[in-house]
């Protein structure tokens, strides 16, 4: 089973902000119908404009495409950080034209 994986590595310096971001994704597709993705990263950010200086998250995402038109779509994010800590979810149903 072949599950493909994407690295990524970033830093940043401007006049609002410095830092660094680290992230890992992973991702499944079973034919041309469902997709999977998780991704898990990490923040360092500093800036004189928040006090918000980390933050980890790990989020997954799941399309299922219906035909030639609908689409599903849901997934979870878990958000860690020095002020922020939350969990989020979504649903949707789309058509495509």
Known sequence: MK?????RYSKFDS?????????ISLSKEFGETVRIETQAGFQHFSSSLTQQSNS????TT???FLGMHYF????FTWNRGSLQDYNQAFLSLGYRF
Not at 3 to 7: E, G, H, Q, R, V
Not at 15 to 23: L, S
Request: proline content about 4%; overall charge positive; aromatic content about 20%.
């Open 15 to 23: 006049a609002f902000g410095r830092g660094t971001y680290r992230a």
């Open 62 to 64: 799941f399309d299922w």
């Open 72 to 75: 599903l779509g849901a997934g």
């Open 3 to 7: 599950i493909p994986a994407d690295l």
């Open 56 to 59: 980890r998250y790990v989020s």
